[in-house]
């Protein structure tokens, strides 16, 4: 399958539409290799009716990530063209709760961080790959039309600050992680329900008493400040491993 990589720039438009009337529809979707973000996770759970454990069980395989070296969640393929589990001959079955890069495609989004200011800045790629047939629509789009239609912008805000939990890894753990940080990173950033057990029992997670008591409570029952605070207990853990070696 051959691919192509073409840096878009804000303002040039580029012809494509996904729909049921194109002949490749829900390929995609299938040989699946697709990855899933904390944030992900958590729509999909919460789209599913089910707890963070149940979904990682039904649904995923994690495994270590050979470039960052962090657990990563994948969705677990089925059937002999190893589909998403969620894909139905009318398209995907989650669509409004879809990851992040089911609906970046078929741009790709690069981070990065400017190493004087610590300013993140973005740039997109067209990936245009042979078996996509969404190329060949009329359809006029730019970067700003894809990001709204495809409501990207939240997604986005949810996972970059992975980003410094990879910069943080790199930079003060060489090697692979211990497994007591792999299986900490696991819980906050997947195991979210687990997460909040554990942070608010009493005996649990001292980290708790050093959130923000309005972050806190807003923890209790929802999962975004949850996975806010799962974040920064991941990167003071790496931390305090830096301050150990
Ligand atoms: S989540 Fe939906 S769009 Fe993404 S691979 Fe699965 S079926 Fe396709
Ligand atoms: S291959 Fe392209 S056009 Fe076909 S379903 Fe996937 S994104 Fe849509």
């Not at 002949?23 to 979707?29: A, M, Q």
């Given at each position: 399958m051959e691919a192509q990589l073409t840096a878009l720039e804000p303002d040039t438009p580029f012809s494509f539409s996904c729909r049921?009337?194109?002949?490749?529809?829900?390929?995609?979707?299938?040989?699946l290799n697709q990855f899933l973000t904390p944030y992900d996770l958590i729509r999909l759970k919460t789209r599913m009716g089910v707890t963070s454990r149940e979904f990682l069980d039904k649904y995923t395989i994690v495994f270590i990530g050979p470039e960052t070296g962090l657990p990563v969640a994948v969705l677990e393929p089925v059937g002999s063209d190893s589909r998403c589990p969620f894909v139905s001959s009318e398209g995907c079955a989650v669509y409004s709760d879809r990851p992040a890069s089911c609906r970046t495609y078929p741009l790709v989004r690069l981070l990065s961080r400017n190493k004087d200011t610590g300013a993140l800045s973005e740039r997109y790629f067209i990936h245009r790959e042979s078996h996509c047939r969404g190329f060949d629509t009329q359809t006029q789009q730019t970067l700003d039309t894809w990001v709204k239609d495809q409501e990207l912008a939240v997604y986005n805000e949810m996972n970059d600050p992975l980003m410094d939990i990879i910069a943080l890894k790199n930079r003060y753990y060489k090697g692979p992680l211990n497994t007591s940080i792999k299986d900490l990173f696991k819980l906050c950033c997947y195991d979210i329900d687990t997460f909040r057990e554990r942070l608010f029992q009493k005996s649990g997670d001292k980290f708790i008493e050093s959130v923000a008591p309005e972050l806190a409570e807003q923890a209790e029952h929802d999962d975004i400040a949850l996975l806010k605070i799962g974040f920064e207990r991941v990167k003071t853990a790496l931390l305090e491993h830096r301050r150990e070696s």
């Open positions: 049921p009337e194109v002949s490749c529809f829900t390929e995609c979707c299938r040989n």
